[in-house]
């Protein structure tokens, strides 16, 4: 009876707690200042020259990472530790660029940049069509509103105007002065292809803005500068687009006899809500947008601890970091220190993640699944992360959580858990577990949650939570260096990371999420 008494009080205070699952000592005892310090000395070192994504150094920093999970026995994920992430930059070429436009015999030729530009998600083609004019170029049925009603752009080049209807009113049917999504080009460039327009022309709407030259996109071969702006890196996709260009105030003039018939058109749009398209009488245009596009790549690094459970082995948890940095300066002085060594950012979340592979390599088969990732190009935009959940290496439907690690080195005892407020059940789990470690938790307020990798997994409605002790001084300048880190702090917030996705992949539960 008293045996049965016992087991009952212990039942009742677990289950109070929250406390359901028992962290393997084993496991924790592998984290250690010393373990972090020697993975963090060695990938903010000069010699990796500030891991720029791509550079030779990076691909040295994955080798090395990928070499230390074969050691740890994690295993490769189809095949291989490395997802290949298709990187490129962009250029206009201006010499095979082309506008020009027919009405009946009389034809135009335009000038780049002085009368049009193109927008980067161009395609890099050229095509001719009859033009229509498509209002805003929006369908949005939620707003009962559709400038493509009743209207054929099919073979067709769709010219709209920017924004959306009463721009500058509190009270339109929109959402007042706040944009939409519907106003973005990238928003009435899919409408449009959606539809069969083989390209589109943008023009800025007259009415709520004076300057109507053609901006598009800052091309470096179009800056006064050229020769000396580099083309930024993006990633590379696939998608088929069509020729996307802005024009400018000729081709309105040309197509509209000036800008004031433009602005009726416009005003009538705004007045009535209901859509002012046409197709232009025996007029006709060529429109060529070519791109200089040279390839890259970088990796993500990936091994994966497969669980036990019949049922939830399929699942994974993601604990992820970005392991690239943003390299050195060009151009320097003799004996002036040039390399951006991101020893805080991102070093001491990068051997986080290595040593939580170590921890749970040694501690007893978890229920489900873990993947660690190491990304790069977090620093030229999350790129690594995009592409991973794009093309995922286990499908997203069976990831249950995402655990980040960025910047876990400085600024005293204290922490941010950022994305508390959008993943309450990860945040509770995270607050239980911390009463062993004794962090100072602080309110993030959530600023910096859209600033790192977990932001693309909870894109795609996967509970994901950020850890991160905050900005300094010494951020993205050659003040990153391994000396200023605390490797006491990293050990404890590792060890909490430790702490939350023991429970999460030992337990049969899923997490919601509350979109901002």
Not at 44 to 51: P, V
Not at 79 to 104: A, M, W
Not at 253 to 269: A, C, E
Not at 394 to 404: G, R
Request: with cysteine; proline share 4%.
């Amino acid at each position: 009876m008293k045996k049965l008494l016992l087991f009952t009080v212990l039942f009742l205070v677990i289950a109070y707690t929250g406390f359901t699952q028992v962290v393997p000592e084993k496991g924790l005892s592998q984290i250690t200042s010393g373990y972090l310090k020697k993975q963090i000395d060695f990938l903010a070192s000069d010699s990796l020259k500030g891991r720029n994504t791509p550079s030779p150094e990076l691909d040295i920093a994955a080798s090395y990472i990928a070499n230390e999970f074969s050691k740890l026995g994690i295993k490769k994920v189809n095949g291989s530790y490395f997802q290949e992430v298709p990187l490129c930059t962009k250029n206009l070429d201006v010499d095979g660029c082309g506008l020009s436009i027919r009405r009946g015999s009389n034809s135009v030729s335009f000038k780049l940049k002085t009368d049009y530009t193109p927008f980067e998600n161009t395609a890099d083609a050229e095509i001719s069509g009859n033009i229509v004019f498509a209002g805003y170029g929006i369908t949005a049925p939620e707003y009962n509103y559709d400038d493509y009603k009743d209207l054929d752009v099919k073979g067709k080049i769709v010219l709209v105007m920017k924004h959306e209807p009463q721009e500058n009113d509190t009270c339109d049917v929109f959402e007042g002065k706040r944009d939409t999504h519907h106003s973005s080009i990238e928003s009435k460039l899919k409408n449009a292809m959606s539809r069969g327009a083989v390209a589109i022309m943008v023009v800025t709407d007259p009415l709520n803005h004076v300057t109507l030259n053609p901006q598009g996109y800052s091309w470096p071969s179009l800056s006064k500068f050229k020769g000396s702006i580099t083309p930024q890196i993006t990633l590379y996709t696939q998608e088929v687009s069509i020729p996307c260009i802005q024009v400018g105030e000729n081709v309105i003039n040309f197509l509209f006899g000036g800008v004031d018939s433009l602005k009726r058109i416009q005003n009538n749009i705004d007045t009535e809500l209901k859509p002012f398209s046409f197709e232009f009488s025996e007029v006709s245009s060529n429109v060529k947008t070519k791109l200089d596009i040279k390839h890259f790549t970088a990796k993500n690094v990936v091994g994966i601890i497969k669980g036990s459970d019949s049922k939830l082995k399929d699942e994974v948890l993601v604990i992820g970091a970005h392991y690239d940095h943003v390299g050195y300066k060009e151009n320097y002085k003799p004996g002036e220190d040039y390399i951006f060594n991101g020893a805080d950012d991102n070093a001491s979340g990068t051997a986080g993640v290595m040593a939580l592979a170590k921890a749970f390599s040694v501690s007893k088969k978890t229920k489900r699944s873990m993947l660690f990732i190491l990304f790069a190009g977090e620093e030229k935009g999350l790129y690594g992360s995009e592409y991973y959940t794009q093309k995922p290496l286990i499908p997203l439907t069976k990831t249950v959580a995402m655990l980040n690690l960025d910047m876990i080195s400085r600024n005293g005892d204290s922490l941010q858990i950022l994305g508390e407020k959008f993943n309450p059940e990860l945040n509770t789990i995270i607050k239980e577990e911390n009463n062993c470690v004794g962090l100072n938790i602080i309110d993030s307020g959530n600023e910096f949650f859209g600033a790192s990798d977990h932001a693309n997994f909870f894109k795609n409605n996967i509970s994901s939570i950020f850890f991160f002790t905050g900005t300094h001084s010494d951020y993205h300048t050659v003040r990153d260096n391994p000396d200023k880190v605390d490797h006491a702090k990293a050990e404890k917030i590792t060890k909490l990371v430790f702490r939350t996705a023991w429970r999460i992949v030992n337990e049969n539960k899923y997490y919601t999420i509350n979109k901002p």
